[in-house]
């Protein structure tokens, strides 16, 4: 209060000049610093949201299945060839094989990416055992997965005395009933386009018709009516 001087007119005005101008600088101070500190906290929210996006994409992969064969097949096509038989042709579930393959070495990649340290050390031994050429199991990397998703969404942690049998690789959804939609789709699509030609033909026709009768008629009035 020592530096304000009310003695006259102008020191009042100069004094309350100077206290908007420093309210003023403060108030940008502090928007600016509240503006920083948001970008930053959204920014890492953004990263947080497309981690935890891309491992549970990771854990719906490795851990999908509950039955059936719960290992990874790292066989490649021409392994299955040298074990097809004599035509040598693969078997009918090398196609499926080879997809649960591609689609584990895909989400093992993104672990590797995005995982915690012991996510990615069990991410690192299971692409090493399938480019050694030996199946693989993913229920461990599976439980970890689990773990770190419910606690970074503060969800409670699975009870320890409930048992949740082994889980593998889900098993891809076969291609017959989008050939099936295709195909109706297709079969649909001719239908439309016979049904605009059929339209287009009696459309033509009406119209000769009708351009046959006004030919009459107008010859009708050039011929003289008889006495």
């Excluded at 020592?2 to 005005?13: N, P, T, Y």
């Excluded at 549970?56 to 851990?63: D, E, Q, R, S, V």
């Excluded at 693989?136 to 049998?165: C, G, K, M, W, Y």
């Amino acid at each position: 209060m020592r530096g304000l001087d009310f003695s006259s007119w102008q020191a009042v005005v100069s004094t309350l000049a100077g206290l908007v101008l420093i309210t003023l600088l403060g108030v940008g101070i502090r928007l600016l610093v509240m503006q920083t500190l948001q970008q930053r906290r959204e920014r890492e929210n953004r990263q947080i949201n497309e981690r935890l996006r891309t491992l549970m994409a990771a854990y719906k992969t490795l851990g999908g299945s509950f039955t059936g064969e719960l290992g990874v097949d790292p066989s490649h096509l021409r392994d299955l060839r040298a074990r097809a038989p004599a035509h040598g042709v693969p078997g009918p579930g090398s196609d499926r094989a080879r997809r649960i393959r591609d689609a584990v070495e895909a989400a093992l990649s993104d672990i590797l990416l995005l995982g915690t340290d012991e996510q990615v050390r069990l991410a690192a031994r299971a692409a090493t055992e399938l480019a050694q050429g030996r199946a693989v199991h993913t229920h461990a990397l599976v439980v970890s997965l689990r773990d770190f998703i419910r606690q970074a969404l503060d969800l409670a942690p699975v009870p320890p005395d409930l048992e949740i049998p082994c889980q593998g690789p889900t098993r891809p959804v076969s291609g017959g009933g989008a050939k099936a939609r295709g195909a109706g789709e297709g079969d649909g699509k001719a239908g439309r386009a016979g049904g605009g030609g059929g339209a287009g033909g009696m459309g033509a026709g009406m119209g000769l018709g009708a351009g046959a009768a006004l030919g009459a008629g107008h010859a009708a009035e050039d011929d003289p009516a008889p006495r």
